[in-house]
T-cell receptor
Framework: AQKITQTQPGMFVQEKEAVTLDCTYD???????LFWYKQPSSGEMIFLIY??????QNATEGRYSLNFQKARKSANLVISASQLGDSAMYFC???????????FGKGNQVVVIP | GAGVSQTPSNKVTEKGKYVELRCDPI?????LYWYRQSLGQGPEFLIY????????DSGLPNDRFFAVRPEGSVSTLKIQRTERGDSAVYLC??????????????FGPGTRLTVL
């Protein structure tokens, strides 16, 4: 079974600063995909970024980048130049190739302060 | 284009009642998923449809839960004899069902179910 661990307590970050959200995962499968989603207070899960287990380079998507360390089984999300609208819960998730279900962590709460 | 839509956005019911939650996926997405999110937790997988058939229903907690997708588009999650423990946000997602691991699931806004 896949397990995703997000253990950071709620984080406060100053506007315009960068923040790193930790995610570690546990799987014996060599082929998998890692996803980060944002869930603001409105409740919708918004896809942010994807990293494949065979990707040689770290994924980037605008202000979002993924620090992928395969040997350590970690996939930390970096949000650069934080904005007030970044305040939300952030979920790390994983899916094995050929499988359909996403396994989610418990999430990291981020509050951006002006 | 339009995203995943879910109705109702909120549903309050009494213990023992039957409820139906509806999901309308992104046009052209053949795969549809239901998840349940309890307070303070990440979403948990319930069921996956590929076209009209339930390809994986192993996440359904018990036989009170059932889902259909008769025409391969809209899906309905049905809960019989609701219990207070069923209270949660029910999220629907859809995807193109791409090969490999990059198939991204796009989520709807969810239905918040409260069982009194």
């Amino acid at each position: 079974a896949q397990k995703i661990t997000q253990t950071q307590p709620g984080m406060f970050v100053q506007e315009k600063e960068a923040v790193t959200l930790d995610c570690t995962y546990d799987t014996s499968d060599p082929s998998y995909g890692l996803f980060w989603y944002k869930q603001p207070s409105s409740g919708e899960m918004i896809f942010l970024i994807y990293q494949g287990s065979y990707d040689q380079q770290n994924a980037t998507e605008g202000r979002y980048s993924l620090n992928f360390q395969k040997a350590r089984k970690s996939a930390n999300l970096v949000i650069s130049a934080s904005q007030l609208g970044d305040s939300a819960m952030y979920f790390c998730a994983m899916k094995r190739y050929g499988n359909n279900r996403l396994a989610f962590g418990k999430g990291n709460q981020v509050v951006v302060i002006p | 284009g339009a995203g995943v839509s879910q109705t109702p956005s909120n549903k309050v019911t009494e213990k023992g009642k039957y409820v139906e939650l509806r999901c309308d996926p992104i046009s052209g997405h053949t795969a549809l998923y239901w998840y349940r999110q309890s307070l303070g937790q990440g979403p948990e997988f319930l069921i996956y449809f590929q076209g009209t058939g339930a390809a994986d229903d192993s996440g359904l907690p018990n036989d009170r839960f059932f889902a259909v997708r008769p025409e391969g588009s809209v899906s309905t999650l049905k809960i019989q004899r609701t219990e207070r423990g069923d209270s949660a946000v029910y999220l629907c997602a859809s995807s193109l069902r791409l090969a490999g691991g990059s198939d991204t699931q796009y989520f709807g806004p969810g239905t918040r179910l409260t069982v009194l």
